[in-house]
């Protein structure tokens, strides 16, 4: 009884010092996660492809608009969705990045780093086409600039017309103003001039998307090199153990081929070791034999019987 509770007591107290076990995650809870932030990463990729597909259609809608408040209106959309679609891809940017770190000395790092590429080349295609809608859009303003100004000036020299569709603050507006002045067509280029403003935000706002977009696109390719050479060592780390493991069966199959010749050669030398045996022994017996013929044996005792008698 005294064993006993001597033996509670002990447990009681090494409960109370050792520090409670706690379980790690399995490899599969790992993955689990890891897909699950992939699928996230994949869904936010998906609605700003979609994103990028309506800012197309405001471009076009913008560009197609003649109703001044529907002009506006779609102007406005079009900067919250710009700034909306900014904040997303950014977001983006940041969980791809906290992905690729995180693959790093991880139990499932070449996982992680499959994923984490397959997520990143499915963003750098959606800001690829992003890049194209921008520039696609920027060019067609500025031609939309270069007609306007026309209205205004028809007999505009290419100079005077790549300093207004460029707004060079050296001369553009100067030259605008100017053909203003000197134009008989004066409500009509009231208009032009306003539009000419307007798209002028529009492309200083395109512009100021696409270094946006350069930098993300940079990023991501400076994450791909990276990536790369990772995979580059896990690979020559693959090879060099595929090496390994041929050379160890070549030893292996080297170490089973020398058994055998071993094994072949004791099961020869048992069996010469039996023939010379077996020779010896009827040596033996054919020598006995030949000094004790057994004829004469029986004709010595024959003659034996016969003197007794």
Request: overall charge neutral; some cysteine; hydrophobic content about 35%.
């Amino acid at each position: 009884m005294l064993g006993r509770d001597r033996l509670a007591a002990m447990r009681a107290r090494r409960q109370q010092t050792d520090p409670p076990y706690e379980m790690q995650p399995s490899i599969y809870e790992i993955n689990a996660e890891l897909f699950k932030e992939i699928n996230s990463i994949q869904e936010f990729i998906q609605q700003f492809d979609r994103d990028v597909t309506k800012i197309s259609d405001l471009h076009s809608t913008s560009l197609n608009a003649l109703d001044e408040d529907r002009a506006s209106q779609n102007a406005m959309e079009l900067s919250e969705l710009t700034d909306t679609t900014r904040q997303l891809s950014n977001r983006i940017s940041d969980r791809i990045k906290a992905l690729d770190a995180s693959s790093s000395g991880a139990s499932d790092e070449r996982i992680r780093k499959t994923q984490t590429a397959h997520v990143r080349s499915k963003f750098m295609e959606t800001l690829q086409r992003y890049q194209d809608v921008e520039r696609q859009y920027r060019s067609r303003y500025k031609q939309r600039v270069e007609r306007q100004f026309k209205i205004v000036k028809p007999d505009a020299t290419p100079e005077e017309v790549a300093a207004v569709v460029n707004d060079d603050p050296g001369g553009g507006n100067q030259i605008f103003a100017q053909a203003l002045t000197s134009s008989n067509r004066y409500g009509e280029s009231r208009a032009a001039y306003r539009e000419v403003q307007e798209r002028h935000q529009d492309i200083r706002r395109i512009e100021q998307t696409l270094a946006e977009l350069a930098q993300l696109f940079n990023d991501m390719a400076t994450l791909l090199n990276q990536q790369g050479e990772a995979l580059n060592t896990i690979q020559a780390q693959a090879a060099a153990a595929a090496k390994d493991t041929e050379g160890g069966l070549q030893h292996t199959d080297a170490a089973v081929l020398y058994a055998r010749s071993a094994r072949r050669k004791k099961w020869i030398c048992f069996w010469i070791t039996v023939i010379v045996v077996l020779a010896a022994v009827g040596i033996g017996v054919g020598v006995y034999f030949g000094q004790h013929p057994p004829g004469k044996s029986n004709s010595n005792n024959s003659n034996n019987s016969t003197s007794d008698g």
